[in-house]
């Protein structure tokens, strides 16, 4: 666990980084820090691995002050991910992945090894651990430097700005990455960036700080999207956090209805049948729907969602942009197993708000 207690850093020139931060990442977690530029971001984290101290306040690692820690020591314990990767551009990527476990003492061929494996983890085969830096893609760069990272396994990792010059196509493939690694490895991560988008993907909880180095909210993103704690933290979530928030809802319980379902030989006999209906075919796989309208050609069945993997966003979608209104849920195999409405949708929207604010009145607020 890491433990912010009323953290304050001044830096010479009188400037305040960070005003009374206290909070604490449980061990295991993935911790976001985000808020606009100069909000004390990056000082809050490197005051965890001692690249600067705090002139107020303590920070605690499972209950030890950082300050009573030699640092080369400390930050053998915490990978250290930045933006760019900071390689090393005359070593080949295996060897400056080797770099972290020949510090540790291991012998050349062991720290190699450990490198590839480290590499082959993070999506790198043989053949590019033998290039340069300048040899790879932003991505690849950034996926070396989180190898490199985590060649030392150490418990705590520290991200700044982690993916943050890489395209946002690679950068969504980065953040998934991340999170299938964090679901093995259940490392203590902090990970700071300006985006809000990547702070509620990515964290178990969001610490949002505001300019001049306070703590504004410290909340999971399902939190902070449903409660945040004021204009600010409001202003700073954008415009469509409600929808954002559906990210969240579960899809188990929708009602299913399988009475609009038909296949391609019945459907003729459904002609008097004036309402919208799905024709699949004989393995129930959607084809279309049929337009009471115009029954002679079947409008697209739009994307399937499957219950219980979905979330309740992936299905609002589907029904607004569906031609019948209705979405269909499917199986694994994709098969039609029942469809519905838009109208149904927002009715298991506006139940669970009830129930969220039966449940959690206003937490996580400072
Ligand atoms: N060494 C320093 N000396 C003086 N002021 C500093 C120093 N380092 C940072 N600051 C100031 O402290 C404040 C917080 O900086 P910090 O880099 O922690 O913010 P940040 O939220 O990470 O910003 P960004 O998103 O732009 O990287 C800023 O006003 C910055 O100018």
């Not at 050349?108 to 033998?130: D, F, I, P």
Request: charged letters at 25%.
């Amino acid at each position: 666990m890491i433990t912010f207690d009323n953290v304050e850093k001044q830096y010479p020139d009188g400037t305040v980084a960070v005003d009374g931060l206290s909070l604490e990442v449980p061990t295991g977690t993935l911790t976001v820090f985000v808020g606009p530029s100069g909000c004390g971001k990056t000082t809050s984290l490197r005051m965890i691995n001692r690249m600067v101290d705090p002139t107020g306040g303590r920070v605690l690692v499972n209950g030890e002050d950082v300050r009573t820690q030699d640092p080369r020591t400390l930050r053998r314990g915490m990978g250290y991910v930045i933006q760019h990767a900071g390689l090393f551009p005359h070593r080949t990527v295996v060897d400056n992945v080797a770099t972290v476990p020949r510090l540790m003492g291991a012998s050349r061929k062991q720290a190699r090894a450990t490198a590839m494996e480290v590499l082959g983890r993070v999506g790198l085969g043989e053949e590019l651990a033998r290039r340069y830096p300048a040899q790879l893609s932003g991505g690849q760069q950034q996926r070396v430097g989180v190898a490199r990272a985590l060649a030392a396994d150490p418990p705590i990792l520290l991200m700044d700005e982690p993916f943050s010059a890489v395209d946002p196509v690679v950068r969504k493939e980065l953040q998934q990455e991340l999170l299938r690694l964090q679901s093995v490895l259940a490392k203590t991560i902090v990970l700071v960036t300006h985006d809000i988008d990547e702070a509620i993907t990515l964290g178990d909880r969001v610490a949002v700080l505001r300019p001049g180095g306070v703590l504004a909210q410290y909340a999971t993103p399902e939190e902070l999207l449903g409660d945040p704690a004021d204009d600010f933290v409001a202003g700073f979530l954008g415009v469509d956090r409600g929808v954002r928030l559906l990210s969240f809802f579960s899809t188990t319980d929708l009602p299913l209805h399988t009475d609009r379902i038909t296949t391609t030989g019945d459907v003729s006999g459904r002609a008097g049948d004036d309402r919208w209906l799905l024709v699949v075919d004989d393995e129930k796989r959607p084809l279309g729907w049929r337009d009471p309208q115009a029954p002679e050609a079947l409008a697209p069945a739009g994307r399937g969602f499957v219950p219980g993997q979905d979330t309740l966003r992936g299905v609002l979608d589907a029904s607004v942009l569906s031609p019948s209104g209705f979405a269909v849920a499917v199986d694994e195999g994709g098969r039609a197993i029942g469809v519905v409405s838009s109208e149904e949708v927002t009715a298991v929207i506006r139940s669970r708000h009830r129930r969220r604010a039966d449940s959690q009145p206003a937490q996580g607020r400072p």
